[in-house]
């Protein structure tokens, strides 16, 4: 829903306060359409915008507010569906070493890129490091994927037809939380509506693999001295998790010393499960351009993307 803010107190004429009974049911009413997880909302987050308004939704809440953490860590933007609707949705979840970054690695090319092929695009903000572990940010992801359900309707959105696509850091949370079903089940979220997933030069797919091989301070800062929990952060792990994985695209910069591997690493343990994987090691691309460049007129990773998609998805 559109973030509003409504004054503490209400004034009627002459700038005087209403009465506490108004008060109060001015405040619960403003709540009731404010915050998401009630039993219905008066209003959808989406009124206003017309199919395949070329603008976003911004900053909506998808979780209540919490006293320990910034307003901005669980808001989103959503590129409502453009026709024909319901459009399959595909949220976005950006990179930055799980200590930085925000939403805005969605880029509006990327969007209009979707947008034109059919799709609604989010992008997601999560809690990053200092807020608390990759864990927690996997189960705001997946908060967020409940959210858009919810308002689907409103929306244009198809809840059944959901692709998790991530950039670096922000591929393996998209992994993780397609992969492990754990995190999408204890959002009410049926872990098959995640119908593919989009990796951008992944990092942390394999975890375990990594920290053992190169010592990697930073991953071991981020996942903490356990091995078990390196393991059970790691998507390979939950690659066969008792159903076939989704389809899983997996784009890499062919020069990067470390994502080509993880990324051959994940495809295996899906093939494995009886699910299906496609690599593309992206010549002349970086690890940032595969991210900012998607969109471009002529970019291959695009193209790739939205083939693949159309088979599975559309």
Known sequence: ????????????????????????????????VFWPGGAALAQSPCSGFAPG???????????????DLPRSVHLLDLWP????????????????TW?????????PGQARAFRKAGYAYATVNYRLLRHGPPQEAARDIAEAVAFLRREAKGCGLDPD????????????????VALDESYLEGAGVPPQ?????????????DIARHVRETGDRVYARVFGPDPAGWTAMSPVTHAASGRPPPPVLMHVDADNAETPGQAQALAEAVRAAGGESQIHEARGESHNSLNYGFGAEGDETTRLTLDFLAARVR
């Open 193 to 205: 509506t995640v119908r593919a997933v989009v990796l951008l030069d992944a990092y942390g797919l």
């Open 53 to 67: 308004a070329d603008r976003p939704v911004r900053n909506l809440a998808y979780q209540a507010p919490t006293s």
């Open 99 to 107: 200590m930085h970054g925000g939403k805005y690695a969605g880029t």
């Open 81 to 96: 569906g453009a026709a024909p609707l319901p459009a399959p949705l595909v949220v976005f979840v950006h990179g930055g």
């Open 1 to 32: 829903m559109r973030l509003r803010t409504s004054p503490a107190i209400l004034h009627g004429p002459a700038g005087i306060a209403q009465p506490w009974g108004r008060r109060l049911l001015a405040a619960a009413a403003a709540a009731f």
């Open 161 to 176: 037809r959901i692709v998790l696509m991530g950039h670096s850091a922000g591929a393996h949370l998209a992994a993780l």
